[in-house]
């Protein structure tokens, strides 16, 4: 058995090496530096994937829930705006994303209407423009958000799928 001495690599971490071997540090620190950013790297993604909303309806669903008072009232000051503006922000969040690029085309409406200068005329145009642009968006979101959270969007009434009845359903032969 070979004695062992103390050593110190590069990056200051104590190592123990065998007697007579420089050539045994030099590969063992490298050892342990590559050991060590691996490590690290796995941490970092570990905890990035613990610290990311996730996208799933569920989810979603849930952060809609409790957001549903504050986006279907209609604000009546620049504080309610900002706090509309916050709720969608948390929705584009955690939507899925079948209806994220929705959710984010009305957020932005909202951060351009709270941005809107009244008395310049190309101000209020831009904000016409995107409100017609951003018609289709909101009714998407809303069919996305009534069919997955049975919920409708507009006025945060729960909505029922219609169910089949006998006279709906059509009569087969056999």
Do not use: W
Not at 26 to 52: E, F, M, P
Not at 139 to 160: E, K, M, R
Request: aromatic share 4%; glycine share 6%.
């Amino acid at each position: 058995m070979h004695p062992q001495r103390a050593g110190t690599c590069e990056n200051g971490t104590a190592m123990k090496l065998l007697t007579g071997g420089v050539h045994d540090q030099a590969g063992r620190c490298r050892k342990s530096s590559a050991r060590s950013a691996c490590v690290g790297t796995l941490l970092a993604v570990l905890l990035a994937s613990c610290a990311s909303t996730p996208r799933t309806a569920t989810n979603f669903c849930r952060v809609l829930a409790d957001r549903l008072d504050g986006i279907t009232q209609t604000p009546t000051s620049s504080a309610q705006v900002q706090e509309l503006i916050g709720h969608y922000d948390r929705l584009v969040e955690v939507a899925p994303i079948e209806v994220e690029d929705d959710l984010a085309t009305i957020r932005n409406l909202f951060v351009l209407a709270s941005e809107v200068d009244v008395t310049d005329a190309a101000s209020v145009q831009a904000v016409a423009d995107a409100s017609y642009a951003a018609e289709r968006a909101a009714d998407d979101a809303g069919v996305y958000v009534g069919a997955t959270c049975g919920v409708d969007l507009s006025n945060g009434f729960a909505v029922q799928a219609p169910t089949p009845t006998p006279e709906t359903i059509p009569a087969t032969t056999p």
